[in-house]
């Protein structure tokens, strides 16, 4: 087998990857938008035909309640390992449209970046796959030295729910050795990384009534509760000004970080002040008694995502709201469980309530952290892979966002996870003027290849 030959091939032809990557970029796949419903079948459609146009054996379209999986596989490497391969087709909404530079579902290059709405969530990482496994089937003997099995689907961003059902169904179909994502991040630019470690997450909607419709606040203001302001109290008693969650309970299933893991992050090229110049606010704030690095990987964090109620249109309008929303989210750790937090907060949020409103939680989607096992020889294969491919050796290390199909694909399925990401912190995923790297790129179809063949000896 030669990945040489492969690595020419995707030299060769990278420029026709990309044109075909800003096709598929250019389809608004927002999953959590009815609006986009059509949209939705119409990228299910390019990458079911992006993967049989690659020499796929089968591809199909499975149907779910909400937005079609597209299910593939080659097959033609019998006594091989089995890779699986996951990614996400579906993107965030882009509000607020006026920032982008350029127009989200137009992929646009500037400076050696490939900007566009999910150019690196996930449309570029998975595509970067499609083309690596392309340039195997299409260089030297027309093989991969792994068997293939891919699966794309379209809700991600919005929790994954109909890949339960479709994995518990297909549990043999899906059957294999080591599973591959790229839907993560680099630590930083030069430094290939291995994620190791996910957070969870339990989301949550909370509503509340107050009087029956909203009211004169110069006639009614002092005698009656405002719903914002009942808001807020809850609000305020969810966590301190330090990040600790005043939820009782909810700390009790977190598996402290251990001083050997503590020690190696401490190794790793996180700089604070690049960190607090990316995000951009006058000053960062973290847990007492852990690293921001810590905080962001390896302890639970609690954000209000949004807000609304009452009046906020020009000019101003005396009135007390009938209603006021905030929608809340935890990010979760092992071992806690997103049932039981979800308990946790209702209890709690329940309990500090002010009386004067009518409280109801929603609770929405719900994702499990995860916790690879390094000593899987799979991780060290996907070393040797990213160095091949990026001249540099590879760190290890875990992130603070979710893919909540992970725990339940490696718990059902019983294989190691391979979270090879080819993103930068910076390139504004789920915000205005998304981009990925385009060197990354590169680099990292580079280093798939290799990482097939890395794989075909575990
Ligand atoms: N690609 C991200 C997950 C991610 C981001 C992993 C950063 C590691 C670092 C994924 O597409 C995502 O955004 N997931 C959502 C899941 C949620 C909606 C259930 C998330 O983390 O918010
Ligand atoms: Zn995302």
Same mark, same amino acid.
């Given at each position: 087998m030669s990945a040489e030959k492969a690595v020419l091939y995707a030299r060769e032809n990278g420029d026709r990857f990309l044109r075909e990557l800003k096709d598929l970029v250019a389809i608004p796949s927002v999953s959590s938008d009815s609006n986009h419903l059509a949209d939705m079948r119409a990228c299910a459609e390019f990458v079911e035909k992006a993967v049989s146009s690659i020499g796929f054996d089968r591809v199909e379209m499975v149907e779910t309640k909400k937005h079609p999986i597209v299910y593939g596989e080659w097959l033609g490497a019998p006594g091989a390992p089995t890779v699986l391969l996951y990614g996400h087709y579906d993107v965030q909404p882009v509000d607020p449209l006026e920032?982008?530079?350029?127009? *989200?579902?137009?992929?646009?290059?500037?400076?050696?970046?490939?900007?566009?709405?999910?150019? =690196?969530?996930?449309?570029?990482?998975?595509?970067?796959?499609?083309?690596?496994?392309?340039?195997?089937?299409?260089?030297?003997?027309?093989?991969?030295?792994?068997?293939?099995?891919?699966?794309?689907?379209?809700?991600? #961003?919005?929790?994954?729910?109909?890949?339960?059902?479709?994995?518990?169904?297909?549990?043999?179909?899906?059957?294999?050795?080591?599973?591959? $994502?790229?839907?993560?991040?680099?630590?930083?630019? %030069?430094?290939?990384? $291995?994620?190791?470690?996910?957070? %969870? +997450?339990?989301?949550?909607?909370?509503?509340?009534?107050?009087?029956?419709?909203?009211?004169?606040?110069?006639?009614?203001?002092?005698?009656?509760?405002?719903? +914002?302001?009942?808001?807020?109290?809850?609000?305020?008693?969810?966590?301190?000004?330090?990040?600790?969650? %005043? +939820?009782?309970?909810?700390?009790?299933?977190?598996?402290?970080?251990?001083?050997?893991?503590?020690?190696?992050?401490?190794?790793?090229?996180?700089?604070? %002040?690049?960190?607090?110049?990316?995000?951009?606010? *006058?000053?960062?704030?973290?847990?007492?008694?852990?690293?921001?690095? #810590?905080?962001?990987?390896?302890?639970?964090?609690?954000?209000?995502?949004? +807000?609304?109620?009452?009046?906020?249109?020009?000019?101003?309008?005396?009135?007390?709201?009938?209603?006021?929303?905030?929608?809340?989210?935890?990010?979760?750790?092992?071992?806690?469980?997103?049932?039981?937090?979800?308990?946790?907060?209702?209890?709690?949020?329940?309990?500090?309530?002010?009386?004067? =409103?009518?409280?109801s939680i929603q609770r929405m989607h719900g994702g499990r952290p995860f916790l690879g096992d390094l000593s899987h020889p799979a991780f060290a294969a996907a070393g040797r892979a990213l160095e091949k491919g990026f001249g540099t050796k590879a760190v290890y290390i875990r992130e603070g966002g979710s893919i909540p199909f992970v725990r339940n694909m490696t718990e059902t399925l019983d294989l190691p996870c391979l979270l090879l990401g080819f993103g930068l912190p910076g390139e504004n995923a789920h915000a205005p003027n998304e981009w990925i790297d385009l060197e990354n790129y590169a680099l990292g179809t580079r280093s798939a290849i290799h990482l097939y063949e890395e794989l075909s000896s575990i």
């Open positions: 920032l982008w530079e350029t127009p *989200p579902f137009e992929a646009s290059e500037r400076d050696g970046r490939l900007y566009g709405r999910g150019t =690196v969530d996930d449309k570029g990482q998975f595509y970067i796959h499609l083309k690596a496994m392309e340039s195997w089937l299409n260089s030297s003997r027309k093989k991969l030295p792994v068997n293939m099995k891919v699966i794309i689907e379209g809700e991600e #961003e919005v929790g994954s729910e109909s890949l339960e059902p479709f994995l518990a169904a297909n549990h043999e179909m899906l059957s294999a050795d080591v599973a591959v $994502i790229s839907d993560t991040s680099m630590i930083k630019k %030069g430094w290939p990384s $291995i994620t190791y470690g996910l957070r %969870g +997450i339990s989301y949550f909607q909370i509503d509340l009534k107050g009087p029956s419709q909203d009211l004169h606040s110069g006639i009614f203001g002092g005698a009656v509760k405002n719903p +914002i302001h009942a808001l807020t109290e809850i609000i305020g008693q969810l966590k301190d000004e330090n990040g600790r969650i %005043g +939820i009782p309970g909810l700390y009790d299933d977190v598996v402290e970080v251990t001083p050997e893991e503590r020690a190696a992050m401490a190794e790793l090229p996180f700089e604070e %002040g690049v960190f607090l110049k990316e995000v951009g606010a *006058p000053q960062l704030n973290w847990e007492n008694g852990y690293t921001p690095l #810590e905080s962001l990987w390896c302890r639970p964090a609690l954000d209000v995502n949004g +807000i609304w109620g009452g009046f906020s249109g020009e000019g101003s309008k005396t009135v007390i709201p009938s209603e006021s929303h905030a929608k809340v989210s935890i990010r979760l750790v092992p071992d806690q469980e997103p049932d039981k937090i979800g308990d946790l907060f209702e209890t709690y949020v329940r309990e500090i309530a002010p009386r004067e =409103v009518e409280l």
